[in-house]
């Protein structure tokens, strides 16, 4: 796991670093310079091999002093470099200036305009450093003018032109991986600001794993800028994650890759030993009614697949030959309109699945409440796992504190963005301005009193403390195929699987662990993947990562 720091944290790392007296800013900024070059010459080897030329662009804080830095060595290594900044060169904060009067004894420095940059002489490396964690409000157009127009510029041999950006494309808020417009002006970096590479520092940002940032950086590489491992990363292997800070969901632990063998294999029940099926969970999972089977089926399936012991689906009586007419190895049981839980639920039920294809109606807002007020039996150390998704969310959409209420530690809530708004409206995604979705997440966990797992290509699980981690499916885990009817289902199945076993980690864990398997698969599979094919891809998963 890889912590994500937002901008004020990564701003208090550096000061704390600073104030430390280990380090000056302009230190800081000397090697955040040279680890663009670094990272640079190293994913295009070509422009290590002979001086070129490069365009810099410079923005007015401390983004555009790393520019100056970069146009600096550059230079030094023979390079043609011409530098261009936005702002004014007196305003610049102090390590920044610093560096834009060392290039001054070097080369002079244009206006950042489209014009200039029309009229440039063709260059072999963008460098764009014109915004970083500073940015506060959409592009000035005139920023936005000048990254449009190198778009249209005529120089010869156009798209060959490298292009990276320092800590991300200027106009991407870090922490959100949004892209603030202002709806006045057209374009905006999404269209204009082709990068390829960003180089970012010590750690990755939200923004670059969430919302538009996986669209906009090309490809993210971190340098490495002296400030120590971020924090001892090996030992929060299967801990809930710290209260303020995020982290990105991935088999990498203190810098280094662990064998997913070790992260996710081992947090896998059955891989750790054998034991009676009991030992290894029963999830009970509901279905709909007659042809309204199919959601509850995948996840009974996923659940089976992740490892759980035994799987039971619950159904209303006259569904049970459909279902039948579909499982083997998934237990059946019949529940009629009025009857109690307790009627087919023993203690022995170590989580539940609620929600797909159920309907949204009383009656699913009466199981939910029976699945959530039971608790541990004999196991009475341990609430059962319960999962809540789709209609079971759907439900209680005209009173939240209704669901809230019932809702206890070991509940998860599994929404997509649709399902969020209508449980959190003021959360919602059209409501959340500069309100990350890590931070949306985390405020509905509070809210409800228990963790909430919040979908998308960048899904976001927080827990009521603060809590919080990011899966993204991007990058090279990007996973379009995953958008497929009944994907969703098969997650909370694989999420109430995995948890269900006694000596399962916690609940966030347990549901990183889900987020990443579920792509996993898709990738496993690849192009026409549907639904069914995800648990289905699930052994082959578990034996790739060493099971
Ligand atoms: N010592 C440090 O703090 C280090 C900082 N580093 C670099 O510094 C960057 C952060 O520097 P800053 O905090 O100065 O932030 P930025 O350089 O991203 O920009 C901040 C400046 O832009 C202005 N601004 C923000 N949004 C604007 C908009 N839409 N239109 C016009 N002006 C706008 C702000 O008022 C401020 O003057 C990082 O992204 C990284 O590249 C690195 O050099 C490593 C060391
Ligand atoms: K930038």
């Known amino acids: 796991m890889t912590e994500l720091l937002t901008s004020a944290q990564m701003r208090a790392v550096e000061q704390a670093a600073m104030d430390s007296g280990t380090v000056t800013g302009l230190e800081l900024m000397e090697r955040a310079g040279q680890g663009v070059i670094d990272a640079a010459f190293s994913h295009w080897p070509e422009l290590a091999q002979a001086a070129h030329r490069a365009l810099v662009l ?5 983004n555009g002093g790393d520019g100056f830095v970069i146009a600096r060595l550059l230079k030094e290594a023979g390079w043609e470099v011409d530098p261009f900044l936005y702002g004014d060169a007196d305003k610049l904060p102090p390590d920044a200036k610093a560096n834009h009067q060392r290039w001054a004894a070097m080369g002079g420095v244009m206006e950042l305009t489209a014009e200039n940059l029309q009229a440039a002489v063709r260059p072999d490396l963008i460098v764009d450093a014109v915004f970083g964690t500073g940015l506060t409000r ?11 127009s190198l778009g249209r510029n005529k120089w010869k041999g156009r798209t060959s032109i490298r292009r990276i950006a320092v800590d991300c494309p200027s106009g991407l808020n870090l922490d959100t991986g949004m892209v603030p417009h202002d709806l006045e002006k057209t374009g905006g970096v999404i269209s204009t600001n082709l990068t390829q590479l960003t180089v970012t520092f010590h750690t990755p940002k939200p923004g670059h794993y969430l919302g538009a940032g996986p669209l906009v950086c090309g490809a993210v590489v971190i340098a490495d800028i002296g400030l120590g491992p971020s924090d001892p990363e090996r030992s929060m292997l299967g801990q809930p994650p710290d209260d303020r800070r995020a982290r990105l969901v991935e088999p990498v632990f203190a810098g280094s890759n662990l064998p997913p063998r070790i992260w996710p294999g081992s947090f896998v029940s059955k891989s750790r030993r054998n034991g009676h099926k009991f030992n290894h969970g029963h999830v009970m999972v509901f279905a709909g009614g007659v042809g309204r089977g199919g959601a509850g089926r995948l996840a009974a399936r996923a659940a089976l ?26 237990m059946l049981r019949a529940l009629p309109k009025d009857a109690r839980l307790d009627s087919v639920a ?48 759907g439900s209680f959409a005209g009173d939240p504190v209704a669901l809230f209420d019932q809702c206890h530690p070991r509940t998860i809530l599994t929404p997509h963005e649709g399902e969020f708004a209508r449980l959190f409206p003021d959360l919602a995604l059209s409501q959340r301005g500069d309100l990350s979705k890590i931070d949306a997440a985390r405020q509905a966990a509070a809210r409800a009193g228990c963790t909430v797992l919040l979908k998308g290509p960048d899904t976001v699980i927080a827990t009521p403390r603060g809590g919080a981690s990011l899966h993204a499916a991007a990058y090279d885990r990007n996973a379009p195929w995953l958008a497929t009817a009944g994907a969703g289902d098969v997650l909370a199945g694989l999420i109430a699987g995995l948890a269900a076993p006694d000596t399962s980690a916690d609940l966030i864990t347990m549901a990183e662990i889900a987020a990443y398997l579920h792509v996993e698969c898709a990738a496993s599979f690849g192009p026409g993947l549907i639904a069914e094919d995800l648990p289905e891809e699930l052994p082959k998963v578990f034996r790739a990562i060493g099971l």
Do not use: K, M, Y
């Open 58 to 62: 410079c923005g007015p804080g401390n």
């Open 138 to 148: 959409p592009l000035p157009s005139v920023v936005q003018q000048a990254f449009s």
């Open 305 to 330: 697949r992740a490892g759980a012991g035994v799987v039971t689906l619950v159904c209303p009586p006259s569904a049970l030959i459909e279902n039948a007419c579909h499982l083997d190895a998934i």
């Open 346 to 393: 023993d203690d022995r039920v170590t989580a539940f699945c609620i929600g797909p294809g159920l309907g949204v109606n009383d009656r699913t807002r009466d199981l939910v409440a029976q699945v959530l007020a039971r608790r541990g039996g004999t196991r009475a150390w341990r609430d059962p796992v319960v999962v809540l998704d789709a209609d079971a969310l």
